[in-house]
């Protein structure tokens, strides 16, 4: 577990001091897939780094499995991390060795006789799925391919945490899918808690089951995947959720309905259904929904139609599926 506790981060620089974050609080439980996700300039960087001491806070607690870091001597910290990898976004593999020869670095250097570190490393890029690319050095591998190596040689130490600082922001859509697969492989296989810094809201939505929202250096809110994006409490979690662009205006005559979709059935074609088994046509103002596992979460403003007893009908109709609430508004925020 990882418990963060009135967490502050100042950095002081020749034009002023820059407090990049602010009484952080934050718990993490054993085993999460946990997404740290904020616009660039949040401090999500600068929070992954205090969670192994690579930036050292300036108030407040970190603790791993009940050990405070933040209060630990050097050599005990130095032994701490080793229970704490981390993956970067540029990969940082040293290019003058091979595959296997990067995976086998931190085991050297932790003192593993040079057969053992190899027989190690051979089986982490099993694991990662790059078994034939144990002699390639990195300018012969693809993004991807890179970023499984750094993986390998993040869990040769067999960490507790998995902590990822944007580790799929260089890569293409398909990549980043299957690295994210891999994360949820060792995830589950290797009970590796896992935490995703991102910005991107689709690595939040394949991967994690909590999130949380930090916007100008402060936690905004958290909770589980789904309850956040249905329902973003936040104007940061809104902001980044929900859809942007102009406002729609509606003429004032017309009545508008929120759906907050909570885990309906991915594949219900709600508006269709209304039109073709009730006759009822409806106008999308706004939606911005997404599936996860199979559930719909999200939002959608509809405009009702005009005749009452027809919006009346759609109303009754729309209260009455599962997993989705429906609440008159009187305005379209968007």
């Given at each position: 577990m990882i418990e963060i506790k009135n967490l502050s981060k100042t950095f002081h620089t020749a034009g002023g001091d820059v407090e990049a974050l602010?009484?952080?609080?934050?718990?993490?439980e054993d085993g999460d897939i946990f997404g740290i996700i904020g616009l660039s300039g949040a401090g999500k960087s600068t929070l992954v780094r205090c969670m192994n001491l690579l930036e050292v806070p300036s108030e407040g607690r970190v603790l791993v499995d009940g050990k405070e870091l933040t209060a630990l001597p050097p050599r005990e910290l130095r032994?701490?991390?080793?229970?704490?990898?981390?993956?970067?976004?540029?990969?940082?593999?040293?290019?003058?060795?091979?595959?296997?020869?990067?995976i086998c670095f931190p085991l050297e250097l932790a003192g593993v006789k040079k057969q053992e570190a190899r027989n190690r490393a051979k089986e982490l890029l099993e694991l990662v799925e790059l078994p034939d690319k144990a002699d390639a050095y990195p300018v012969q591998l693809s993004g991807g391919q890179k970023q499984r190596v750094a993986i390998a040689r993040a869990l040769a130490s067999n960490p507790r945490v998995l902590l990822c600082d944007e580790a799929t922001s260089a890569l293409d859509p398909k990549t980043t899918r299957a690295i994210l697969e891999l994360l949820r492989k060792l995830n589950r296989e290797l009970g590796v808690t896992v935490v995703v810094i991102t910005h991107e809201m689709r690595v939040v939505e394949q991967i994690c089951n909590r999130v949380a929202i930090l916007d100008g250096g402060q936690i905004r809110e958290t909770g589980p995947v789904s309850q956040v994006f249905s329902n973003p409490r936040s104007e940061a979690g809104?902001?980044?959720v929900l859809p942007e662009g102009e406002k729609i205006h509606v003429l004032p005559e017309n009545r508008l309905v929120r759906l907050v979709f909570d885990g309906a059935a991915a594949a219900e074609p709600i508006v269709a259904r209304l039109a073709s088994k009730e006759g009822i046509l409806l106008n999308i103002l706004s939606a911005d929904t997404h599936s996860l596992a199979g559930k719909t979460y999200g939002s959608m403003v509809l405009g009702l139609p005009q005749d009452e007893t027809d919006a009346a009908r759609a109303l009754l109709y729309l209260r009455d599926i599962?997993?989705?609430?429906a609440e008159e508004v009187t305005e379209l925020v968007c």
């Open positions: 602010k009484d952080i609080d934050l718990r993490i032994k701490a991390r080793q229970s704490i990898s981390m993956i970067f976004q540029g990969f940082n593999l040293l290019m003058q060795r091979t595959a296997l020869d990067n809104r902001r980044l599962p997993g989705v609430t």
